[in-house]
T-cell receptor, first 115, second 113 residues
Framework: KAGVTQTPRYLIKTRGQQVTLSCSPISGHRSVSWYQQTPGQGLQFLFEYFSETQRNKGNFPGRFSGRQFSNSRSEMNVSTLELGDSALYLC??????????????FGPGTRLTVL | TQLLEQSPQFLSIQEGENLTVYCNSSSVFSSLQWYRQEPGEGPVLLVTVVTGGEVKKLKRLTFQFGDARKDSSLHITAAQPGDTGLYLCAGSNYGGSQGNLIFGKGTKLSVKP
């Protein structure tokens, strides 16, 4: 079974630009969550999509947005990039249950550098 | 706001030594997961613990969930250089949206040959 894939793996942008990252979940998984990882803050939750609907959202500004398609693939977009947006962006997929034991599987991440 | 505190933050040991990493919170979690992450890669799920007091073993790794489901520990016996990496604990809760895992900041382990 193929794992979670993310594209691109590396990205360099300049301040003010926008960027779109893509995530393909494990086949059969309906939930996709996005996280930002930085050395100072660790892994922070951005948002979760389930069946094309945003089901949960973290504490990030509106410049961070996402969507999910009918095949469960997801994209996240960051507009008006700032230097502080430089980070490893991770997506994770899961079956999407609400029992509290829904295991998440992570992709390799997209390393975004903002100059 | 739920928080998970991991300790120690850094750990450098010699091959063959034992070590324990702790993950503590004042909040109750319905389950807790441990991940290992290598530089430039995504976290890889090691184990999920669900029941208070539960102990799970994965070769030389032993995971324990506290009785009150507020804390967890990871013990590695006879560490090897291949165990080097960032160990992360993450908690999740019952009901509603599930996608939000709360992560500790991690323990960076270095095992020297």
């Amino acid at each position: 079974k193929a794992g979670v894939t993310q594209t691109p793996r590396y990205l360099i942008k300049t301040r003010g630009q926008q960027v779109t990252l893509s995530c393909s979940p494990i086949s059969g998984h309906r939930s996709v969550s996005w996280y930002q990882q930085t050395p100072g803050q660790g892994l922070q939750f951005l948002f979760e999509y389930f069946s094309e609907t945003q089901r949960n959202k973290g504490n990030f500004p509106g410049r961070f947005s996402g969507r999910q398609f009918s095949n469960s693939r997801s994209e996240m977009n960051v507009s008006t990039l700032e230097l502080g947006d430089s980070a490893l962006y991770l997506c994770a997929s899961s079956l999407g249950g609400t029992s509290g034991i829904d295991e998440q599987f992570f992709g390799p991440g997209t390393r975004l550098t903002v100059l | 706001t739920q928080l998970l505190e991991q300790s120690p933050q850094f750990l450098s040991i010699q091959e063959g030594e034992n070590l324990t990493v702790y993950c503590n919170s004042s909040s109750v979690f319905s389950s807790l997961q441990w991940y290992r992450q290598e530089p430039g890669e995504g976290p890889v799920l090691l184990v999920t613990v669900v029941t208070g007091g539960e102990v799970k073993k994965l070769k030389r790794l032993t995971f324990q969930f506290g009785d009150a489901r507020k804390d967890s520990s990871l013990h590695i016996t006879a560490a090897q250089p291949g165990d080097t990496g960032l160990y992360l604990c993450a908690g999740s809760n019952y009901g509603g949206s599930q996608g939000n895992l709360i992560f500790g900041k991690g323990t960076k382990l270095s095992v020297k040959p």
